[in-house]
T-cell receptor, first 113, second 115 residues
Framework: TQLLEQSPQFLSIQEGENLTVYCNSS?????LQWYRQEPGEGPVLLVT?????EVKKLKRLTFQFGDARKDSSLHITAAQPGDTGLYLC?????????????FGKGTKLTVNP | KAGVTQTPRYLIKTRGQQVTLSCSPI?????VSWYQQTPGQGLQFLFE???????NKGNFPGRFSGRQFSNSRSEMNVSTLELGDSALYLC??????????????FGPGTRLTVL
């Protein structure tokens, strides 16, 4: 069974601080995705990383895929209240002719003004 | 382009009843996946349908079933409801779900409460 462990589970910080969220597994994934989910809504895809060691930037968000494609991190610089939400990582593996997604349990981020 | 729609948004049932949830994918999308989200277990994959056929299935009991129609709309059914079935049920659609470039788009979910 493939599992993704996310840490920390909860994070409450002040506006302007930096933070890092981690996503770890013992399994190798063909790609890893990061989503953000706000209350009352479904998850929205932020980024997909595919190559080991890959780094992608999305404004103040930096995503990194581990060299062995088993782990990933999300770093937010100068967090803002609008960054508040549940951040989910999901590992993708081919199965049954399509792609299967395994999700971590998420990191609930609160950015206080 | 309209997003993924799910109906109903909220549902309250009692133990032993059955429930049917509906999902309309984005126009042109042929793959529909269903997920269960709970605070304790997070997001767990239920099943995926493509061209009216179940292509993948997660580790859920047979009380959970689904189907897809020729217009790609999908329904999932839960029979003999248990308290532990209380969750947010999410539907996601994609073109064909055959690679990481084929993005999944999630609906807002149906919040099911079992009393």
């Amino acid at each position: 069974t493939q599992l993704l462990e996310q840490s920390p589970q909860f994070l409450s910080i002040q506006e302007g601080e930096n933070l890092t969220v981690y996503c770890n597994s013992s399994s190798v994934f063909s790609s890893l995705q990061w989503y953000r989910q706000e209350p009352g809504e479904g998850p929205v895809l932020l980024v997909t990383v595919v190559t080991g060691g890959e780094v992608k930037k999305l404004k103040r968000l930096t995503f990194q895929f581990g060299d062995a494609r088993k782990d990933s991190s999300l770093h937010i610089t100068a967090a803002q209240p609008g960054d508040t939400g549940l951040y989910l990582c999901a590992g993708e593996t081919p199965q049954g002719g399509s792609e299967k997604l395994v999700f971590g349990k998420g990191t609930k981020l609160t950015v206080n003004p | 382009k309209a997003g993924v729609t799910q109906t109903p948004r909220y549902l309250i049932k009692t133990r032993g009843q059955q429930v049917t949830l509906s999902c309309s994918p984005i126009s042109g999308h042929r793959s529909v996946s269903w997920y269960q989200q709970t605070p304790g277990q997070g997001l767990q994959f239920l099943f995926e349908y493509f061209s009216e056929t179940q292509r993948n299935k997660g580790n859920f009991p047979g009380r959970f079933s689904g189907r897809q129609f020729s217009n790609s709309r999908s329904e999932m059914n839960v029979s003999t409801l248990e308290l532990g079935d209380s969750a947010l049920y999410l539907c996601a659609s994609s073109l064909e779900r055959t690679g990481y470039t084929d993005t999944q788009y999630f609906g807002p979910g149906t919040r099911l409460t079992v009393l």
